[in-house]
């Protein structure tokens, strides 16, 4: 028998290990890992086990080896190909794993809701100062109002164009300001001025990057879905459809309803303006001949004001011939 280096062994117990997993747990979340202190996987990997969930972290390469060996069915090549064709079972459902494992990111393996394990991975997050020539997190502003540091220091805020003046012997900044935009880097000024106030912006912890669930792959926005989110999207949907089967005149489950409630309308129509009538109609008729009668308030209507009289016309004598002295002689 073949002794083999502690190397090898070593890699085959990670192998087995590995197995086991794939066998065990069906869902995943693939974690960024960026930022993140040791001491904040070590309580994650710890919360999470309590959970019967376990953490994967920094050994992409092998597992991905292990998992393609697990896909693939043994071949009588293969120097341990009695062992595994003893013990080898297909999962292709983890086949998509292959491709996903890429960069620096750890798997979160589970059999629980994932929505748990993004709550465990929220509660141990930590803040963070504003680092030169880090990627800012997310916009960073500056709240108005007194900062505790002396006149003397004034020049930050003027690098920035905060408007500030002094009060009591202190700096007080007059407006909100945005120093930091998302996605940018973080300069010197910021980054002084930031650790001056004592101000964390950022919160490190690990990011979803992919969630895997019985071989289908999804994004991290699904974890954000909620019971009424899903509920508020399929009343929009039925309520689409029906309007779509009452405008072309094809009945669906959806539009009946909606049929019949107007089919009722126009029957109970009908019954107010002839001596038809049904059982339904007569409900409603003595529910509404009951109901208290609205009070009218009638208007003083302002009386017209009188038409103005005629005046009367100019007497200018009688007759136009007599305008200019009809008996004049020329």
């Avoid at 393609?68 to 341990?80: A, G, T």
């Avoid at 680092?131 to 109002?145: L, M, N, P, T």
């Avoid at 004592?198 to 912890?205: L, Q």
Wanted: one cysteine or more.
């Amino acid at each position: 028998m073949v002794k083999l280096s502690a190397k090898k062994q070593k890699k085959i117990e990670f192998f087995k290990r590995v197995y086991d997993i794939f066998d065990k747990y069906s869902r995943a979340l693939l974690v960024q890992c960026n930022n993140i202190s040791a001491k904040q996987i070590h309580a994650c990997r710890k919360e999470l086990r309590a959970n019967d969930s376990l953490m994967l972290m920094g050994k992409n390469t092998l597992i991905k080896a292990a998992l393609q060996k697990r896909l693939s069915e043994p071949q009588e090549n293969e120097p341990d190909y009695e062992e595994r064709k003893a013990t080898w079972t297909p999962i292709p459902l983890m086949e998509p794993l292959v491709k996903l494992l890429k960069g620096n990111l750890g798997i979160i393996f589970t059999n629980h809701d994932l929505t748990d394990m993004k709550d465990i991975i929220e509660r141990h997050a930590r803040e963070a100062p504003a680092k030169v020539g880090s990627i800012a997190q997310s916009d960073v502003f500056i709240s108005a109002g007194p900062t505790g540091l002396d006149p003397k220091q004034t020049a930050f805020f003027q690098n920035l164009q905060i408007p500030t003046k002094i009060v009591k012997t202190q700096i007080e900044i007059t407006a909100d300001k945005q120093i930091i935009e998302k996605g940018e880097k973080v300069g010197s000024n910021e980054a002084a001025l930031l650790q001056k106030l004592e101000i964390n912006p950022f919160s490190y912890k690990l990011e979803v990057a992919h969630v895997f669930d019985n071989g289908n792959v999804y994004g991290p926005g699904v974890l954000d879905i909620t019971t009424e989110t899903i509920l508020a999207s399929y009343k929009k949907v039925i309520s689409n459809v029906a309007s779509i089967s009452l405008d072309i005149g094809i009945p669906t489950k959806a539009s009946v309803p909606h049929s019949i409630m107007r089919v009722f309308k126009n029957l109970l129509a009908v019954t107010f303006e002839t001596d038809f009538s049904f059982e339904q109609a007569e409900a409603i008729k003595n529910a509404a001949s009951a109901a208290p009668v609205a009070v009218v308030v009638e208007k003083d209507v302002e009386e017209e004001p009188a038409a103005k009289e005629e005046e009367p016309a100019d007497d200018f004598g009688g007759g136009a011939a007599d305008l200019f002295g009809g008996d004049d002689d020329y």
